[in-house]
Structures are given as structure tokens and as C-alpha cells.
């Protein structure tokens, strides 16, 4: 029989493990919270690599609807078709990619600079914008004077010019090769991912509790789906945009077409964002060829987005995923504002896999509702 004292000396021995245990998790919260913070690109990166494998996995699943093919060899086909269409868009239209990109450089460029002169006229401060070098040519469309001072330059100067060079140098090198380091890096993870899902999702389900192992799994399962759905949806969405821009701008007769329209469609994975800047660089890229082409592209980028938000979202996302836009707006500017590019472009399948979970425990905490005979 125990008493008083004893009662209470349980009554301590629980809250101090309860304390402890409360410190011990906000700990490791927060230093999980550190960690995502700090490898947020590699964490993004790595979540690129698993989308990218469930899109594939997805195309191969689509393909065994119409080939009874083992999962190997219907991978290996989508891999094959995806590459060709690939190296068939680069060796074709490499030129034009090429030419195309460079004169929409040159054209943007051109554009900002009448952007902000017209600005300044109107009384509109525009020093808070870094344009930077953006012509070489003063408003009179001469050339921008030359230094005053003819002079040689010193061997000071010369070699400072020579370090900055060097840097800008190292440091485009540097970029390039961590872009196609990363693409590779995706390539292989999504291609792993594609070629034994069934391995990394039991891994996934391995680490969780076995009296939760049921739960992990519908929720796991759903996820998948769901993410599937999207990407498939998404990538018939991103070429419906590409081949409107692109055969729009052809007839309107702007020359950079192709290279707007593979921009368009790419921005198109980003929701809401993607088209706003899309429709803005085709609109820039087009008053170059004067104000009736200009007016003409604002007029094919209105048909471009409501065929996207009337026509194909509806039709084709809306079975995948039903988000409000305001909230997948406002999602994306704050993962946007604390990740950059990263948190912009994933943060509609991170919503996504935000809202699975959200979903399947609310569905459990539903009470279901008994009515009176």
C-alpha cells in the first residue's frame, strides 16, 4: 500500500521525465529546423531527384496501360523516347536555340533600358533597380563617350583588370560546372528512383514505428499518387503552353519565338508565378518588333493563361490537385522569400504532399455522424 509520500514522489519522478522529454524534442526540432536551413539546396535538390523519379515512374505506369512490359524495359523506353525528343529538339533547333537566345538577350536588355528611361521621365525614381550595364549606347543611340584620360594604363591597373577577369572567369566555370553537376545529380537520382520504387518506399516505411506502420503506409501510398497524377497533368500543361506560345508568336511574326515558347512552358511549372513572368518577358521580347506586335503578344499571353486556368487546370489538374490559389500563392512567396528559386519552383508538390497528410488526418479525426431512426 502506498502512501502520500510516495504519491508524490511519482508524481515529481513523472514530470521531470516529461520535462525532459519535452526538452530533449524541442532540441532536436530545432536542431532540425538548423539543419533544413542550412542543406536547403541539397535537400531541394535531392527532392528534385525524387520527383523526377516519380514522374518517370509515372510515364512508365501510363506506358503498361497500352505495353504489358516488365517495369525495366517500359522504363528503359520512356528513358529512350524522353532523350530522343530531347536530343531531337537540341540537334535540329540547336542553331536556332542559340540565335534565338542571344538576340533575346540583346532585345530584353534594349527593352529594360527604354523601360527605365521612360520611367525616369515620368518623375518615377528608378535607382533602387540594379540594371546594371545594360547598353553601351547613350539615349541618343551614339556610342557612350569614352574615358577623358588616354593615357596607358599602369601595371597596377593592368593587373587589377587581370585578377577581375581571372575571378569572373573562375566564377562562371565554377556556376557551369555546378549546374550540370546538379542536373546530373538529379538525372541519376530520378532515374534511381524510377528503376526500384518499390526498394526506397519500404526503406521509407522501414523507419517508421511499427504500430504506426499502417497509417505511414496509406499516407505514403497517397502521396505517390497524388504526385503522379500532378506530374503528369503538369507536363501536358507545360507542352500545350510551349506549342501555343511558340506557333502564337510564329504568325505574329516575333523572331525569338521558339526559345519564348520553351520558356513559357518551362515557367509554366510554376504556378501563378511561372505565367505572370512568362507572359512579361514575352511581352518585352515582342515590343521590340513595335507596338502592335507588342499588343499582340499581351493579347496571345491573356489566351495562353486562360487556356492554363479555365481550360487545362480544370480539366486535368483539378483531378490531380485541389489547392485555393490564393493559398498556393501565398505558400509560394514565403518559400520563395526564405529559399529562393528552390522554395519558388517546388512549392506547389511540397503543398502537395502538405495536404495528403493534412487530409488523411482530418478524415480520421472526423467523427462520423449517427442520425436518429
Not at 539543419?35 to 535538390?45: I, P
Not at 492554363?308 to 509560394?332: G, M, N
Not at 529562393?340 to 512549392?347: E, Q
Request: proline share 4%; glycine share 10%; aromatic share 10%.
Amino acid at each position: 500500500m502506498t502512501g502520500p509520500a510516495d504519491n508524490r514522489l511519482q508524481a515529481r519522478t513523472d514530470l521531470a521525465w516529461a520535462i525532459s522529454v519535452g526538452g530533449i524534442g524541442v532540441v532536436l526540432f530545432a536542431a532540425l529546423l538548423a539543419f533544413t536551413w542550412h542543406f536547403a539546396a541539397t535537400l531541394f535538390l535531392l527532392f528534385s531527384g525524387a520527383l523526377l523519379g516519380v514522374a518517370l515512374n509515372a510515364m512508365s505506369n501510363l506506358l503498361g496501360r497500352v505495353m504489358r512490359l516488365p517495369h525495366a524495359l517500359r522504363l528503359m523506353t520512356v528513358c529512350l523516347v524522353v532523350a530522343g525528343l530531347l536530343s531531337g529538339i537540341v540537334f535540329l533547333g540547336g542553331t536556332t536555340i542559340a540565335q534565338q537566345t542571344t538576340a533575346l538577350s540583346k532585345t530584353l536588355k534594349s527593352q529594360l533600358v527604354n523601360v527605365k528611361g521612360f520611367l525616369d521621365q515620368n518623375g518615377i525614381d528608378t535607382s533602387f533597380f540594379d540594371f546594371g550595364t545594360l547598353s553601351s549606347t547613350s539615349d541618343d543611340g551614339a556610342p557612350a563617350p569614352a574615358a577623358t584620360s588616354h593615357a596607358l594604363p599602369s601595371a597596377g591597373t593592368i593587373a587589377a583588370s587581370g585578377g577581375a577577369i581571372f575571378s569572373q572567369s573562375l566564377k562562371l566555370i565554377l556556376g557551369t560546372a555546378s549546374a550540370v553537376g546538379n542536373f546530373f545529380i538529379v538525372l541519376f537520382l530520378g532515374i534511381a528512383f524510377a528503376t526500384q520504387p518499390g526498394i526506397y518506399r519500404d526503406g521509407l516505411l522501414f523507419m517508421a514505428p511499427a504500430r504506426h506502420r499502417t497509417r505511414a503506409i496509406m499516407i505514403v501510398d497517397r502521396i505517390g499518387e497524388t504526385l503522379e497524377r500532378w506530374l503528369i497533368a503538369q507536363i501536358i500543361t507545360m507542352v500545350a503552353v510551349f506549342l501555343v506560345t511558340w506557333i502564337g508568336l510564329s504568325i505574329i511574326g516575333i523572331q525569338s519565338s521558339f526559345i519564348l515558347g520553351i520558356q513559357a512552358g518551362l515557367l509554366a511549372f510554376i504556378p501563378t508565378v511561372g505565367a505572370i513572368l512568362g507572359g512579361l518577358i514575352v511581352v518585352l521580347a515582342s515590343l521590340a518588333s513595335g507596338w502592335v506586335a507588342g499588343f499582340s503578344a499581351f493579347i496571345l499571353f491573356l489566351g495562353v493563361h486562360a487556356l492554363e486556368s479555365y481550360v487545362l487546370t480544370p480539366i486535368i489538374q483539378r483531378q490531380a490537385l485541389d489547392i485555393p490559389p490564393a493559398t498556393l500563392f501565398a505558400f509560394q512567396i514565403l518559400l520563395g522569400v526564405v529559399f529562393g528559386i528552390w522554395g519558388l519552383a517546388l512549392a506547389l508538390p511540397l503543398m502537395a504532399i502538405a495536404k495528403v497528410m493534412i487530409d488523411h488526418f482530418k478524415a480520421e479525426d472526423t467523427p462520423i455522424a449517427i442520425t436518429a431512426p
